[in-house]
């Protein structure tokens, strides 16, 4: 299984907006949930956004009403629209899936990283 990121990372001044992608590929039977979670300098990795197959969704109260993730079930693929980007928000950016393989195994998967850099 690979998750592949696409576009998105980058620099931008606060207030700004980017977007981040991420595709889950391989032998898979079913994605039941696919998320971003990110690692600032000298902090622990931590939740930012997920997205069950149901579409219900949770959010970090610090991006909350910022940030919005979006699904493609058809297509196993995960989107994070980030406005009103703060310098807080810089961090290293991963896509997770989580589900089954088609072997049945459970699946939990991440990403390489995406570095978002947001400046004051």
């Known amino acids: 299984v690979q998750l592949q990121a696409s576009g998105g990372g980058g620099s931008v001044q606060a207030g700004g907006s980017l977007r981040l992608s991420c595709a889950a590929s391989?032998?898979?039977?079913?994605?039941?949930?696919m998320g971003w979670y990110r690692r600032a300098p000298g902090k622990e990795r931590e939740l930012v956004a997920t997205i069950t197959s149901g579409n219900e969704t949770i959010y970090a109260d610090s991006v909350r009403g910022r940030f919005i993730i979006s699904r493609d079930g058809a297509k196993n693929a995960v989107d994070l629209q980030m406005n009103n980007l703060k310098p807080d928000d810089t961090a290293v950016y991963y896509c997770r899936a989580k589900g089954l393989l088609l072997s049945v195994s459970p699946m939990d998967y991440w990403g390489k990283g995406t570095q978002v850099t947001v400046s004051s």
């Open positions: 391989g032998d898979i039977f079913t994605v039941n949930e």
